[in-house]
């Protein structure tokens, strides 16, 4: 028995090790492996499925991997391992590895890949240039939703498809423009579809759905063109858009001076309910329509967000609580504490939105708990408790400050989320190297107070025409003293910025134009002005010795 336990974990460990990939090695290494479960692990980590640490035990994430290998290949999905699912798995392998490899992905074009999956809500909480489980699948579930061929390998076609948005049969004809249309329409009746970006995703899809549901349509999550002109139509009822609509048997009327008192009551009890309303100061606005809607949908009654007297009547005597993660007064909370320990959790709306997920997950992560990105009772409790400060470059608030300042002051910095990408990077190196400082591309608060501090505004053509004006006196010849940055220019500021011992950029900047008003440097070819300068030092020096 303990040699066959012995003989059991070296097998573990062997699998546990690197396969290697190439065509022949990939396929007899699979042949040789033996069925277990270890070997079920290996060859779906290896396809790119999460399958957990290569132990031999069968928990969550093995079966989830299964399940998501079943639905991808049209299997029915029991999440259960069996000789005949590792067969269609070492076939699965074979194949992948018998096609000529494609060129290797850069860690640029995998990390702009990532930031483009998570602005469109699938699940990639770092965005680090490299393909991990978890950008693999979250490509596949990409990849299945714009109905491209499912592999989870990052590729310029899949960057390109991304640019562009979902295909034509994935929005039913809507452009890009028409379905940012939509995106804001949705928005502007509390559903939340994420980013006005004009490309269909996965909260773009629930967003639909869960409109679709409420207009008592077939909950499909198509962006059509039938959806928008069905929202556009709505939107001209009366009924709808009225401030402090009650419902036309509701004795309530928004003229009363009670009005206000009996709205603030209404949100109160949907509050104690844990629904998020926003303030409880009697106004119907978004937020409360989403606390309606989400309280009649867990209610089992008709669905339109609009309060009302027998609505009223229907919360009182009831004994529903909100227990998901959409206008969840525990996920304000939760957001609420997380963001005064320095997370960057998004809109503070009582709702898991991807960023507050990537929020949580750190939160867990750095307090040693299961990083699921769920939020619960215990979860409030542990973060109440604790004092756990974010000092990562994931979901920061440092981060996302120095973000929201770059991009004021017209820096590329990428999505503005809390997190350190390679784009924030550059962004940072860009603004130390104007601003004369260090290049370290670290984020801390020694530079966000230097950007705070430093001039919001950008170069104009008056102020390149003064740097081009003052480099001349200095005999640098910037060329036409014409306010255009040209090749003359930027040629004369690296001499400049070489003579003065700055960072050599060639790029015009309010620094380098402060440091010109308050320098003496000038061009070593000025040598008539240098000698004058020379010779009066000279006549001081023999003036005090004399």
Known sequence: MIRQRLLASAVVLALASPLAVTVVQAQSTIQ???????????????????????????????????????????????????????????????????????????????????????????????????????????????????????????????????????????????????????????????????PRDGIVGPKVRTAIRTYQADAGLAPTGEATTSLLAHIQNAATDPDDDAPGHIGANDPWDDRDANFDQAMARFEGELQRRLYYVG????????????????????????????????????????SIRNRSETTSLLVWEIENELASRDFFVGPIDGTVDAQTRTAIKIYQRIAGLDHNGKASYPLLQHIERSNLRNTSETASVLVWQIEDALAERDYATGPVDGTMDAKTREAVRLYQVDAGLPTTGKADKALLAHIEQSDPRQVSQRDIREIERRLNRRAYRPGPVDGVADTQTASAIRAYQTDADLPVTGRPTMALLEHLRNSNVRSASDEDVNDAIRRLIDSFVQAEGG
């Open 32 to 194: 040789t492996m033996p069925y277990s479960v270890a070997s079920v692990q290996r060859v779906l980590n290896d396809l790119g499925y999460a399958a957990g640490p290569v132990d031999g035990l069968m928990g969550g994430k093995t079966r989830g991997a299964i399940r998501a290998y079943q639905i991808d290949n049209g299997l029915p999905s029991s999440g259960e391992p069996s000789l005949t699912l590792y067969e269609h798995l070492q076939d699965s392998y074979a194949k992948r590895y018998a096609r000529p490899a494609a060129p290797a992905a850069s860690t640029q074009m995998v990390a702009e890949i990532q930031g483009l999956l998570r602005q469109r809500g699938y699940d990639v909480p770092e965005l680090t240039g490299t393909v991990d489980a978890k950008t693999a699948a979250a490509i596949r579930s990409y990849q299945a939703d714009a109905r491209l061929p499912v592999d989870g390998v990052p590729s310029s076609t899949l960057l390109a498809n991304l640019k562009i948005g979902t295909s034509p049969a994935a929005s039913a004809g809507l452009t890009r423009a028409q379905v940012a249309q939509l995106q804001a329409e949705l928005s502007e009746r509390g559903y939340d579809p994420g």
């Open 279 to 318: 303030e409880v100061d009697g106004e119907i606005d978004d937020q409360t329509r989403a606390a309606i809607r989400a309280y009649q949908r867990d209610a089992g009654l008709p669905v339109d967000g609009k309060p009302t007297a027998e609505l009223a009547r229907h919360l009182r005597d009831s």
